[in-house]
C-alpha cells in the first residue's frame, strides 16, 4: 500500500502493539490506515485513556499528539517515564507544530522522534518500522542480559526489575500480587554424590518442569541463586497461588529423578514458600519476598517436599 515493508515482522511471536493519542479522530483514522496492516493498533483521544491502555495493554510504541485538551502530550510522556511498568516504552510526538523550538522540547521531554502534520503515511510507517526494530532489538539485548545461562530461565537481576514493575502495577489496580519461593531440597547432598554436571542438569530439569505448568504469559520464573528460584504471579490470589505451588512440587516428583541422598524421598523434590500481598499496599516490594522466604522456611521445618504459605494473610507489610 505504501511500499515500506514490515518484513522484520515474520521472526516476532505476534503482532507488534501501537497505540495512537491524539483528540482528533480523522488524525487517529488516518494512522490507523497507515499501521493496521502490520500492527495492532490501539486508539486514545484524551490522556487518561490513553494511561490506562498503556497499563491494561502495554503497547511497542506510543504515537503521541502534542496538544490535547485534558493533558498535553508532554504531560503523558512525564507520567509515562515516571512509571517503571511504562517508562521503557518509546514515544514519537506527532504535532501540527514545526518550529525548531518545539521538536527540540519533544526529543528533549523523552521522545525519540517527532512527524510533523499533516501526515506522511510513507514517513509515518518508515518512522514506525525503525522504531520497532530498534525496540525488538533492544528488549533481545535486555532479554540476554536477564537470563540465567545454565538454567534458560531468567536470573535475579531480572527479577527484581520485574517485581518493581508488578508492584507498581498492583498497587495501582489493587489485584493481589503473589510469589512462589522455590528450594531444591539436599541439592548440596545431591551435587556432592552425582557431581556438579549431574547436578547442573537436575537445575534444567527442575526449571522445565516448573515453567511448563505455569499458568499464564505474564507468569515469571527466575533464578534467584544456587538451588533457589522464585515465580511471580501477578493477578493471583492466595489460594490460587498455593494450589500451583502443590502442582509445581507434584510435577517434580512425577519426573522421579533418582536422588539417593535425599531424607524426602528417593526422588528430587522441591519445597515451596507462597505470599501474596493484597490492599492495602503499605508496604514494599521486599516484604513480599521476605514473607515467601519465611513460608519456605516453614516448608522445610516441617519435612520439605511440601509448599506452605499464610492462608490468613491479608497484607504484607513492609
Known sequence: ????????????????RLLVVDDQAIQIQVLYRALSPDCQVLMATSGEAALR??????PDLVLLDVEMPDMDGFELLRQLKADPVTREVPVIFVTGHTSDDVESRCLEAGGVDYISKPINPRVVRSRVKTHLMLKFQSDLLRDMVFVDPLTNSYNRRY?????????????RSGKPLS??????????????HYGHPAGDEALRNVVRAITRHLQRPG????????????????????AAALTLAE?????????????AQSSVAPIITISVGVSTHRTPFDGNAQALVDAA?????????????????????ASVRG
Open 1 to 16: 500500500m505504501t511500499g515500506v515493508a514490515f518484513d522484520f515482522l515474520a521472526g516476532l511471536p505476534r503482532q507488534p
Open 159 to 171: 527479577f527484581d526489575q520485574r517485581l518493581a514493575v508488578e508492584w507498581a502495577r498492583a498497587r
Open 219 to 238: 507468569d515469571t520464573v527466575a533464578r534467584y541463586g544456587g538451588e533457589e528460584f522464585a515465580c511471580l504471579l501477578p493477578e493471583t490470589d492466595h
Open 179 to 192: 510469589m512462589l519461593m522455590i528450594d531444591v531440597d539436599h541439592f548440596k547432598a545431591y551435587n556432592d
Open 247 to 259: 502442582r509445581l512440587e507434584q510435577r517434580v516428583r512425577e519426573q522421579a529423578l533418582p536422588h
Open 293 to 313: 522466604d519465611g513460608a519456605l522456611y516453614e516448608a522445610k521445618r516441617e519435612g520439605r517436599g511440601r509448599a506452605r504459605g499464610d492462608a490468613e494473610l
Open 53 to 58: 491502555l498503556c497499563h491494561e495493554r502495554l
